[in-house]
């Protein structure tokens, strides 16, 4: 059973361009959460969604920044017009339905440097 | 709301040394708590939860025990060794909710 998968790795972008993350859940699991991890500091929480809904996005910036998981493909974490504060470790986790307070699991990020 | 306090780094220990990285939350109703551990370059991995009250996890000769009364939940190792070096984070989830994390401690374990 793959776990979270997540694409690129790596991504460089200049300042104006847009980053585009994937993440594909294990298998079974509905629910997607998004973490940003700024250097040497903790994970800071996105946004949770489940299929074709975000249920909470409350970390996310209001601006530039989004989200989607579709009914079918991976979900997407988007950001437009980067700025050099948007360089980070993007991490995705994901959890089953109904699983109530168990634990999240994790792929191994993506790390946006933006130039 | 919902909180993690978390010792604060780094931590630098001979290997064979006793471990305890403090943990201490803020919560709306009775969460459960993790530790999740990243090594360098790696993503999160689970090391190990508590589910309710005076619980204890325990994985690879970590423990940690889910103490409602001081609301805490410190990670403790009896010897620690090279390869235990990365980074610890203490976490709580109430609900199907999003994980709250403390800010990270990063341990390094020297020879």
């Known amino acids: 059973n793959a776990g979270v998968m997540q694409n690129p790795r790596h991504l460089v972008r200049r300042r104006g361009q847009e980053a585009r993350l994937r993440c594909s859940p294990m298998?079974?699991?509905?629910?997607v959460y998004w973490y940003r991890q700024l250097p040497e500091e903790g994970l800071k929480f996105m946004v949770y969604l489940q299929k074709e809904n975000i249920i909470d996005e409350s970390g996310m910036p209001k601006e530039r920044f989004s989200a989607e998981f579709p009914k079918e493909g991976p979900s997407i974490l988007r950001i437009q017009q980067v700025v050099r504060g948007d360089s980070a470790a993007y991490f995705c986790?994901?959890?089953?339905?109904?699983?109530?307070?168990?634990?999240?699991?994790f792929g191994e990020g993506s790390r946006l440097t933006v130039l | 709301g919902n909180s993690v306090t978390q010792m604060e780094g780094p931590v630098t220990l001979s290997e064979e040394a006793f471990l305890t990285i403090n943990c201490t939350y803020t919560?709306?109703?009775?969460?459960?708590l993790f530790w999740y551990v990243q090594y360098p370059g790696e993503g999160l991995q689970l090391l190990l939860k508590?589910?309710?009250?005076?619980d204890k996890g325990s994985n690879k000769g970590f423990e940690a025990t889910y103490r409602k009364e001081t609301t805490s939940f410190h990670l403790e190792k009896g010897s620690v060794q090279v390869s235990d070096s990365a980074v610890y984070f203490c976490?709580?989830?109430?609900?199907?909710?999003?994980?709250?994390f403390g800010t990270g401690t990063r341990l390094t374990v020297i020879p």
């Open positions: 976490a709580l989830r109430t609900g199907a909710n999003n994980l709250f």
């Open positions: 298998k079974g699991h509905s629910h």
């Open positions: 919560a709306t109703g009775y969460p459960s």
């Open positions: 508590a589910t309710k009250a005076d």
């Open positions: 986790a994901s959890s089953p339905p109904g699983q109530g307070d168990g634990e999240l699991f």
